[in-house]
């Protein structure tokens, strides 16, 4: 599979973890949780931190949703994304979405590795606005522009 139809795949999933979920609300990981809930989605926070966000109960662990989640999109640094990815092959998560805007995010080789070697599906990098085709033009543009530079096949 591409990594296009794997981001659609795990899109298309309903209920789904959002790990890293910030107590900032400017920060990307609230307003992609907030992005999640708006489209109808049962989005899951997850931040060992945070008791709550926005009025939904805030898990740990990806272990201790229940019930349990369909995929989960990791937020957090590559250094913890690492540990997360190894708690999602615990809880029996089969898809997993290390996401990134710039720089690494979470998407460290060796959280993709582990997911490959797993055989958890995984969107390695990029936004998940990026694969909202009723998104902002800012998104689809920059989603354009990825896939231009090869970065992300049609």
């Known amino acids: ?70 995929g989960a999109l990791i937020m957090t640094p590559a250094k913890t994304a690492e540990s997360v990815v190894l708690d999602c092959a615990a809880a029996g998560i089969s898809r997993v979405w290390l996401y990134r805007a710039t720089g690494t995010g979470a998407a460290s080789k060796a959280a993709i590795g582990f997911c490959k070697a797993k055989g958890i599906r995984v969107v ?13 033009w800012f998104h689809r543009l920059h989603g354009f522009i990825v896939k231009l530079t090869g970065g992300l096949a049609a």
């Open 1 to 70: 599979m591409t990594t296009r139809e794997i981001g659609e795949d795990f899109l298309s999933q309903k209920r789904l973890a959002l790990v890293g979920v910030s107590r900032q609300e400017r920060e990307m990981g609230r307003m992609l949780f907030r992005e999640f809930l708006r489209r109808g989605y049962d989005a899951v926070p997850v931040n060992p931190a945070v008791q709550e966000i926005d009025g939904h109960r805030c898990f740990a662990r990806v272990q201790d949703i229940t019930p349990p989640v369909e």
């Open 124 to 136: 390695p990098g990029f936004c998940p606005f990026m694969f909202w085709k009723d998104a902002s």
